[in-house]
């Protein structure tokens, strides 16, 4: 019995499996770039959908240098709204400074903005203004690397343990390229950190032991005038990293019409005369996505593209439902992007829609009222890959109908199972009681004439006495 109960429990799984669409990344839709990376680790994320189109062990542990100074700047900003708030250079913070790393020359006992520090963080890559910044939001850096830390498992990173504000390099201060790009994308949020981003140059206020400072980014790829042949016109914004064990590493954006993509690279090679291949890698990887990749609007929240049933309304069987909003994927240029909805036994192939809505909606319905969810993915020989998914709404208004309402209530009572219970149970009774009374009636008529018989019995033995 124990064995056939599992064999039908098996059976039901397979079949409720082979329903549900199997998303992997497996689909041959984005086909690796043809480009030979000098870089360890690589992944590039379409910012318009979040689809990630290229990557390049993503997940296995790296040194990120000074890209930690993303995590540093995104925590700052939201530590200390005032910018021009002045912090003051103690000499607890320089302590923490390693003598070889990139310095501002900040001095003990003089005062920044904390503008003017996350310039000096962003675009000289100063390790003294992390640790300035460090101190001043958690006390000490043994406390704000716990902060970052708190804050990088909260967004949800799974491979990453911090241990200062500047990723000086320690074998226990380490991440992994995908969780860099979930921190990058958390701070991109914040219109400041855009702006720190971006910044070509940065030139801070004179201070009562410093006039003013002046430096330009170290990310060549935005800047014309340094950038040479690294400069790339359509970046947008990026921090470099460099140590001898992390090599060169470089987060960056960049957009190109409509379309905005972030790249990371980490372990590139590079040398002291200039050569640094994360530039190149990611130019290379851009191109690439510029050229052969486009952002395609895959459903729209003008039109109706689905429908279930309506109960409780007159002349409307059935509503009508539409995406929310706009959707849009990334797609290889010369894609069929005709949508088709899936089949249930999962064989179609292309861009495909696979809708979770009930199987009925109760008037009224507004426009715009939830209604379920709907998976946009792309089907091919090789797999499947989910693209986007969007929340599926009412697309038009319809009113409730007292009397369809009274009647299906109505309905719905005398079929509901209690009352279907009981309507037996009385028919039943009503049965039983029928046929007891037949029986009843039976006995009554059989009685009187057996009573004769007795007694035309009786009265002849009296006379035979006689």
């Known amino acids: 019995m124990c064995k056939r109960f599992f064999c039908i429990l098996f059976a039901a799984m397979l079949c409720f499996l082979a329903a549900v669409p199997a998303f992997t990344a497996n689909a041959a839709l984005y086909q690796k770039p043809d480009v030979a990376l000098s870089s360890e680790h690589a992944l590039v994320i379409n910012l318009n ?77 100063a390790c003294d203004a992390a640790s300035v910044l460090a101190e001043h939001i958690s006390g000490s850096e043994e406390a704000f690397a716990e902060l970052m830390n708190a804050k990088a498992a909260e967004l949800g990173c799974t491979g990453t343990h911090f241990v200062n504000s500047s990723g000086t390099h320690s074998e226990n201060h380490y991440t992994t390229a ?22 070509k140059q940065v030139a801070t206020e004179a201070t009562e032991k410093s006039g003013k400072r002046f430096f330009s980014t170290t990310n060549y790829l935005i800047d014309a005038n340094r950038g040479g042949k690294y400069y790339y016109k359509f970046a947008t914004g990026g921090k470099t990293g460099t140590t001898t064990p992390a090599g060169r590493c470089l987060v960056s954006t960049a957009k190109k019409g409509d379309a905005e993509y972030l790249c990371l690279v980490f372990g590139a090679e590079g040398d002291s005369k200039g050569n640094n291949k994360a530039f190149s890698d990611t130019v290379e990887l851009y191109k690439w996505c510029f050229d052969n990749l486009s952002v395609v609007k895959i459903g729209s929240s003008e039109g109706a593209q689905f429908e279930t049933k309506l109960r409780y309304a007159w002349n409307h069987d059935y509503v009508t439902l539409a995406v929310a909003e706009d959707v849009y994927a990334v797609m290889p240029n010369g894609a069929d992007a005709t949508l088709n909805r899936d089949d249930a036994e999962g064989t179609a192939t292309g861009l495909l829609v696979s809708v979770d809505i009930p199987d009925h909606l109760d008037a009224p319905v507004a426009k715009g009222d939830q209604a379920g969810t709907a998976k946009f993915f792309y089907r091919d020989a090789d797999g499947v890959v989910e693209l986007a998914t969007g929340s599926v709404v009412v697309y038009e208004s319809v009113d409730r109908n007292f009397f369809a309402f009274i009647f299906t209530k109505i309905g719905s009572f005398f079929t509901s199972t209690p009352v279907l ?46």
């Open 49 to 125: 959908t979040g689809t990630e189109v290229f990557s390049l062990r993503p997940d296995e542990t790296l040194f990120p240098a000074s890209t930690t100074k993303i995590l540093t700047a995104a925590l700052t900003l939201e530590a200390c709204p005032d910018l021009d708030e002045k912090i003051e250079v103690t000499r607890s913070a320089m302590s923490h400074v390693d003598l070889y790393s990139s310095q501002a020359g900040l001095l003990v006992g003089e005062r920044l903005s904390v503008r003017d520090l996350l310039g000096l963080l962003m675009v000289k890559s």
């Open 178 to 199: 995908r969780d860099v790009a979930i921190m990058t994308r958390y701070a991109l949020q914040n219109p400041d950190f855009v702006e720190l981003f971006a910044m």
């Open 421 to 466: 219970i009981i309507f037996f149970v009385l028919l039943a009774a009503l049965i039983g009681f029928i046929i007891f009374m037949l029986i009843r009636r039976s006995r009554t008529r059989t009685r009187p004439a057996f009573r004769r018989r007795r007694s035309a019995k009786n009265n002849y033995r009296r006379s035979f006495r006689r």
